[in-house]
């Protein structure tokens, strides 16, 4: 499967501010995925990066508080806008196994907002 | 959109024994069935998965069912050991590639 790193692993972020995390995958995928998973809790998706074109958001998610950017088939990232403590999460992006339904996480991002 | 349930939320079992976690899901498009194992601090690994066109699937001590027909699946871990315990979860896909996940069962393996 594809190696997939993410970047910052980990922030403190004051609130109102806002975070830009990085997905990089070392092969080229169709589909890129951006998942938050609250303390204790499911994945819930967020959205899906499509490249070269605007992010399909799931219920609950909007553009303004959640831009992503999908520039070409290896990268995208995932922005956390105007931060509330209530945005305190672990953020994971997934890619799909070559055109497989099989998804492949990476190690996420930790956020603390204070 | 899909919705799952997972059960039970927590499974402590002897080292050795075996342990089932059962899930429903409510979309009858859904035709793929990952389980993902989650360590403590861990991004969730794939460990077994199945699809609608398969009733059983082995892979080793662990093993999946799907019973379309009651739309439910289950993960069977045999033997288990103690680097077994974690969150598991499982997870429903339709043609759109969105995964659905159950809410995870945390299972404790006593030594």
């Known amino acids: 499967s594809a190696v997939i790193s993410q970047k910052p692993s980990r922030d403190i972020c004051q609130r109102g501010t806002s975070l830009t995390i990085q997905c990089q995958v070392d092969s080229q995928v169709t589909m890129m995925f951006w998942y938050r998973q609250q303390p204790g809790q499911s994945l819930t998706l967020i959205a899906t990066a499509n490249q070269g074109s605007e992010a399909t958001y799931e219920s609950g998610f909007v553009i303004d508080k959640f831009p992503i950017s999908r520039p070409n088939l290896t990268f995208s990232t995932l922005t956390v806008s105007n931060m509330s403590p209530e945005d305190s999460s672990i953020y994971l992006c997934s890619v799909d196994g070559q055109g497989t339904y099989e998804q492949y996480f990476g190690p996420g991002t930790r956020l603390t907002v204070t | 959109g899909e919705n799952v349930e997972q059960h039970p939320s927590t499974l402590s079992v002897q080292e050795g024994d075996s342990a089932v976690i059962k899930c429903t899901y409510s979309d009858s498009a859904s035709n793929y069935f990952p389980w993902y194992k989650q360590e403590l601090g861990k991004r969730p690994q794939l460990i077994i998965d199945?699809?609608?066109?398969?009733g059983e699937k082995k892979d080793q001590r662990i093993a999946v069912t799907l019973n379309k027909t009651a739309k439910h699946f289950s993960l069977h871990i045999t033997e288990t050991q103690p680097e077994d315990s974690a969150v598991y979860f499982c997870?429903?896909?339709?043609?759109?590639?969105?995964?659905?996940f159950g809410a995870g069962t945390t299972v404790t393996v006593r030594a």
């Open positions: 199945i699809r609608s066109n398969v």
């Open positions: 997870a429903a896909i339709t043609n759109d590639y969105k995964l659905s």
